[in-house]
């Protein structure tokens, strides 16, 4: 039996995704929570019968990358074990999954009042993350062999920085930094703080010495200050592919690893790409990335 509210199937299939399904449950729970904060869905209850039961489908409106099915599943079944109805859900398409309009995505089937109530939280975040998973596909599909990766921020959702972190790894992209104690980012103000590059750079090493320390540079001399100090990853902030390729040519002989940022957009993908430069650091994927369009149909 399942320690969370659904079956063993489903935690394995988050557990396999990189996913903890106590975080997983938390964020089911917050969803449907803020969703019931004013009473219970008094249309549902209204119009349907409470022995009522019948399947949806959750179908795909548009194309795109699909993110956080299990975790939409995973919705359905924490409010029917609050409601203590009896609902069963099958992952038809999975995580990674590239859809066209009318894909099947996931069928969920039981009391009819327990579906359309959970309707509303799965789909904000399937489709927000699915959203973070199809902007993450364009700029990998665009990077196809340049041999960079594009690279996620912290400029996240609150509350979800987990699975959207994960849904950019659903569209081929790689995660940067969880937070703010697993790596560390020498930025602009960390350098004005300390005086100079290799003295934030002392500061961090001294204060945690095996932390992976990445440094931002917005010149190719900061870039050298950073490579001599010991920078193991250097941001490469607001430069042209010409001086990216510079930089690169200073830190390609020394193993120490690269990331464009700073206001780079899809068209510009392959040209950065091309410099050498390891990551493209992308915020949007996180802070800009529009939803997909995903319905729940009630089958007649």
């Given at each position: 039996m399942s320690t969370w509210p659904w079956p063993s199937e489903l935690t394995i299939a988050l557990e396999d995704a990189g996913l903890d399904p106590a975080h997983v449950?938390?964020?089911?729970?917050?969803?449907?929570d803020e969703d019931l904060s004013w009473g219970p869905d008094v249309t549902t209850e209204a119009t349907l019968d409470a022995d009522a039961r019948g399947t949806?489908?959750?179908v795909a409106r548009q194309p795109g990358c699909l993110a956080g099915v299990p975790v939409a599943a995973a919705v359905v079944y924490t409010l029917a074990a609050r409601q203590g109805t009896d609902?069963?859900?099958?992952?038809?398409?999975?995580?990674?999954?590239?859809?066209?309009?009318?894909?099947?995505?996931?069928?969920?089937?039981?009391?009819?009042?327990?579906?359309l109530t959970a309707e509303r939280s799965m789909l904000n975040l399937l489709c927000q993350l699915s959203g973070v998973a199809t902007g993450t596909a364009a700029w990998a599909d665009a990077l196809t062999g340049t041999?960079?990766?594009?690279?996620?921020?912290?400029?996240?959702?609150?509350?979800?920085?987990?699975?959207?972190?994960?849904?950019?790894?659903?569209?081929?992209?790689?995660?940067?930094?969880?937070?703010?104690?697993?790596?560390?980012?020498?930025?602009d103000n960390h350098v004005a703080g300390a005086g100079s590059v290799s003295a934030a750079y002392a500061a961090v090493k001294a204060h945690?010495?095996?932390?992976?320390?990445?440094?931002?540079?917005d010149t190719v001399e900061q870039v050298r200050e950073a490579v001599e100090a010991g920078a193991d990853l250097i941001l490469l902030d607001n430069m042209s592919p010409d001086v990216l390729?510079?930089?690169?040519?200073?830190?390609?002989?020394?193993?120490?690893?690269?990331?464009?940022?700073?206001?780079?957009?899809?068209?510009d993908?392959?040209?950065v790409g091309a410099t050498g430069v390891d990551y493209i650091s992308v915020g949007a994927l996180t802070h800009s990335s529009v939803v997909l369009d995903l319905g729940f149909d009630l089958r007649a």
């Open positions: 449950h938390e964020v089911a729970t917050r969803t449907l949806a489908d959750v609902v069963s859900v099958e992952l038809v398409a999975a995580d990674g999954d590239r859809v066209s309009p009318g894909d099947p995505v996931l069928t969920a089937t039981g009391p009819l009042r327990t579906l041999g960079a990766k594009v690279r996620d921020t912290r400029k996240t959702v609150p509350g979800l920085r987990v699975l959207q972190k994960y849904a950019v790894r659903c569209g081929g992209g790689v995660n940067h930094r969880l937070g703010l104690g697993d790596a560390a980012l020498i930025k945690a010495p095996t932390i992976e320390v990445e440094v931002e540079c390729r510079e930089a690169v040519a200073i830190t390609g002989p020394r193993g120490v690893r690269t990331e464009a940022s700073g206001g780079l957009v899809l068209a993908a392959a040209a």
